[in-house]
Nanobody, 125 residues
Framework: VQLQASGGGLVQTGASLRLSCTASGRTFSSYGMGWFRQAPGKEREFVAAISRSSGRTFYADSVKGRFTISRDNAKNTVLLQMNSLQPEDTTVYYC???????????????????WGQGTLVTVSS
């Protein structure tokens, strides 16, 4: 599956953004999906993930309560709603996918085999 991320931009502290990741192909429902982010010179870090059927989600502690991941299998899309954005959320965000069992939620970079291009989120203070 090929992934295309969008929705990044420049916002002020406390604002919201919604990132979108659209997948090509007919097998999207067999993919668990995740969002990661990577700042320059740092390792890519987990943000949020969702199982194939939206039955399970998991979040990094740093975004829990502020970010929400969701998916629409009919539209081959996974969303990341980001609220109460902080300057430390500034970085490039990547969506990722992997074929997996129904309720599994993958949180490690090396578990994913499909990656979209990044979308830049900048939060000004």
């Amino acid at each position: 599956v090929q992934l295309q991320a969008s929705g990044g931009g420049l916002v002020q502290t406390g604002a919201s953004l919604r990132l979108s990741c659209t997948a090509s192909g007919r097998t999207f429902s067999s993919y668990g999906m995740g969002w990661f982010r990577q700042a320059p010179g740092k390792e890519r870090e987990f943000v949020a993930a969702i199982s194939r059927s939206s039955g399970r989600t998991f979040y990094a502690d740093s975004v829990k309560g502020r970010f929400t991941i969701s998916r629409d299998n009919a539209k081959n899309t996974v969303l990341l709603q980001m609220n109460s954005l902080q300057p430390e959320d500034t970085t490039v965000y990547y969506c990722a996918g992997r074929q997996q069992p129904l309720l599994y939620v993958a949180t490690r970079v090396n578990e994913y085999h499909s990656w979209g291009q990044g979308t830049l989120v900048t939060v000004s203070s």
